[in-house]
């Protein structure tokens, strides 16, 4: 089985930095995702980390550590918008599905 | 554009009925997923669906079943409605490896049982 945790909230100002951690225990696996879900809206992919090391695409920067079973996304210059849920999500190599943490909200404020 | 369509936004339903929930993707992709998202809970995977007329259980498949009897089409049924099954419905397809794996999500039926 998976287990996947990241924190329950996080507050930020906007124009900071704010970095969302997820660590997981995993028998298999194949690739760590996160996703950003607005209220009442479904979840839009961000990132993808398959191998160790930092994919950087815009303000949005994800890190893997496969041995470390860990995982941040960091978020730069923070936006209003930005204010959403957070969606760590793991895949195994033993079956099709994505495996979620229960997300992060991040409350941007002025 | 791509997407995953889901046929009702919103339902209200009583303790009892049948309740089909539809979802239908144009991306030719071969997995498709059924997940309820409730608050403290995260998403949790109900069935998914790796092929026409293939089905397997997620974690949480008690009370509810499903069909594919086309690709692109991935219907949920609550068999008996519970008050305990009202919750947001998100159906997902995928079409297999590396960041392929990713899903595309529809929009979410949020389903309440009465």
């Known amino acids: 089985g998976q287990n996947i945790d990241q924190p329950t909230e996080m507050t930020a100002t906007e124009g900071a930095i704010v970095q969302i951690n997820c660590t997981y225990q995993t028998s298999g696996f194949n690739g760590l995702f996160w996703y950003q879900q607005h209220a009442g809206e479904a979840p839009t992919f961000l990132s993808y980390?398959?191998?160790?090391g930092l994919e950087e695409k815009g303000r949005f920067s994800s890190f893997l550590s496969r041995s470390k079973g860990y995982s941040y996304l960091l978020l730069k210059e923070l936006q209003m918008k930005d204010s959403a849920s957070y969606l760590c999500?793991?895949?195994?190599?033993?079956?099709?599905?994505?495996?979620f943490g229960k997300g992060t909200s991040l409350l941007v404020t002025p | 554009d791509v997407k995953v369509t889901q046929s009702s936004r919103y339902l209200v339903k009583r303790t009892g009925e049948k309740v089909f929930l539809e979802c239908v993707q144009d991306m030719d992709h071969e997995n498709m997923f059924w997940y309820r998202q409730d608050p403290g809970l995260g998403l949790r995977l109900i069935y998914f669906s790796y092929d026409v007329k293939m089905k397997e259980k997620g974690d949480i498949p008690e009370g509810y079943s499903v069909s594919r009897e086309k690709k692109e089409r991935f219907s949920l049924i609550l068999e008996s409605a519970s008050t305990n099954q009202t919750s947001m419905y998100l159906c997902?397809?995928?079409?297999?490896?590396?960041?392929?794996?990713?899903?595309?999500f529809g929009s979410g039926t949020r389903l309440t049982v009465v």
């Open positions: 997902a397809s995928n079409a297999g490896t590396g960041v392929n794996y990713g899903y595309t």
């Open positions: 980390n398959v191998l160790d």
């Open positions: 999500a793991v895949g195994s190599n033993s079956g099709y599905a994505l495996n």
